[in-house]
């Protein structure tokens, strides 16, 4: 298995653009989720979805974040406009229901929003 | 808001040495895991205890549970220059869909 697959690997954008990350989970998993990790906060999770569906989007955090996932092998997390503070590495993670939710994350994507 | 606190943060070792991280956390759980994390990478998932285990064991690694303090803690044995990473200890909401993450304690094994 390919594992988790996430791209771009790194993104360096101005201030007010648009940003799209982009993440292929395992085949079978159908829980998704969305992390940012930043040396100040750490690991957070934004969004995750399950069955396709998102339950939590609480720590999305705010309306320039959105995120999708329209079939079970794709998701995209957007930010528009991008500021510098959300530069960080954002993860997807993905996992299989029921398996007492051991996540399998990916690469990660660094962003740079200069 | 975060559920599971590392502790120490940063913890700094001989090679061969044993090194020990503790993990507590504030309301129920349905299990607990441990992440490590090399730099520059995501986190790979080390092991899972479930709250009616107390102790588990994979390799060089052992990871205790105690439900009536809230707290864990994961064990290296015999370190290596290779342990070098940070650790995260991680806890499921009740529902089992959500794992909320600690702050990490960060490990450095000196050759």
Redo the contacts between chains.
């Keep these: 298995d390919a594992g988790v697959i996430q791209s771009p690997r790194h993104e360096v954008t101005e201030m007010g653009q648009e940003v799209t990350l982009r993440c292929k989970p395992i085949s079978g998993h159908n829980s998704l989720f969305w992390y940012r990790q930043t040396m100040m906060r750490g690991l957070e999770l934004l969004i995750y979805f399950n069955n396709n569906v998102p339950i939590d989007d609480s720590g999305m955090p705010e309306d320039r974040f959105s995120a999708k996932m329209p079939n079970a092998s794709f998701s995209t997390l957007k930010i528009q406009p991008s500021e510098p503070r959300d530069s960080a590495v954002y993860f997807c993670a993905s996992t299989h229901q029921g398996q007492f939710s051991e996540q399998f994350f990916g690469p990660g994507t660094r962003l740079t929003v200069l | 808001s975060?559920q599971g606190e590392e502790d120490p943060q940063a913890l700094s070792i001989q090679e061969g040495e044993n090194a020990t991280m503790n993990c507590s956390y504030k309301t129920s759980i349905?299990?607990l895991?441990w992440y490590r994390q090399n730099s520059g990478?995501?986190?790979?998932?080390l092991i899972?205890i479930?709250s009616n285990e107390r102790e588990k064991h994979s390799g060089r690694l052992r990871v205790t549970l105690d439900t009536s303090k809230k707290s864990s803690s994961l064990l290296i044995t015999a370190s290596r220059a290779a342990d070098t990473a940070s650790y995260?200890c991680a806890t499921?909401d009740t529902g089992?869909?959500?794992?909320?993450?600690?702050?990490?304690t960060r490990l450095f094994v000196k050759a």
């Design positions: 975060q349905n299990n895991q990478r995501g986190l790979v998932h899972l479930r995260f499921d089992g869909f959500k794992t909320i993450f600690g702050a990490g």
